[in-house]
């Protein structure tokens, strides 16, 4: 069954650090993959996505990602973060039936 | 145009009332989407519907009635809701059809409450 799993439910980074958010995926066909951003009581905003080509892919706010297919991972970075950042992070694989599986998140807090 | 409204942007209403939700986009993408989201928790799956036909219900209870007059509307009538359906709806869209067109876009949502 697909399924994508982010492991860490909070992350504390210091604000100027930078910043990794793991997410790992199962499913059987080539991934559509994304990274989404939700602030507290708003909608989703796509940070990026992967669907084919070039694995290092760039995304707004200085965002990156890097898909490896041999760990089914699709990490997402930034090098140095802001207090703005705080957020809601969702790792996303999108299916050809017009669902998209969401993990369960990762809660981003930023120490001053 | 890429964005995808959402009216109103909260809602309290009783276990008896009528009320309805509403989506608008002008993408001219063919798949939209209801999600529930509770705090804390990734969106949930409502409904999608394709081509203005509806396409996917995730056995969502029949006090939410999903309607879409035509490819750019989206609406979720509401009725004799239980408070804990109190959560923020989202509505999203995308152009379908595989690959790029999996990615989907998201309204700010309603917040609304059940008392």
């Known amino acids: 069954a697909q399924s994508v799993t982010q492991p860490d439910i909070h992350i504390t980074v210091s604000e100027g650090a930078s910043l990794e958010l793991r997410c790992n995926y199962s499913?059987?066909?080539?991934?559509?993959l994304f990274w989404y951003v939700q602030s507290p009581g708003q909608g989703l905003q796509l940070l990026l996505k992967?669907?084919?080509?070039?694995?290092l892919v760039q995304g707004i706010k200085g965002f990156e990602a890097e898909f490896k297919r041999s760990q089914s991972s699709f990490n997402l970075r930034k090098p140095s973060v802001h207090w703005s950042d705080a957020a809601e992070y969702f790792c996303?694989?999108?299916?050809?039936?017009?669902?998209?599986?969401f993990g369960k998140g990762t809660r981003l807090h930023i120490l001053p | 145009d890429t964005e995808v409204t959402q009216t109103p942007k909260h809602l309290v209403m009783g276990m008896t009332n009528k009320k309805s939700l509403k989506c608008e986009q002008h993408?001219?993408?063919?798949?939209m989407y209801w999600y529930k989201q509770k705090a804390k928790k990734p969106p949930e799956l409502m409904f999608v519907?394709?081509?203005?036909?509806?396409?996917i219900n995730e056995s969502v209870p029949s006090r939410f009635s999903p309607e879409c007059p035509n490819s750019s509307l989206l609406n979720l009538h509401l009725h004799a809701l239980q408070p804990e359906d109190s959560a923020l709806y989202l509505c999203?869209?995308?152009?379908?059809?595989?690959?790029?067109?999996?990615?989907?876009?998201f309204g700010p949502g309603t917040r609304l409450t059940v008392l």
């Open positions: 999203a869209s995308s152009r379908g059809e595989g690959g790029g067109g999996l990615e989907q876009f």
């Open positions: 519907y394709s081509y203005e036909k509806l396409s």
């Open positions: 996303a694989v999108g299916r050809t039936d017009d669902k998209i599986i």
């Open positions: 499913y059987g066909a080539t991934p559509y």
């Open positions: 992967y669907f084919s080509g070039d694995t």
């Open positions: 993408m001219g993408h063919r798949a």
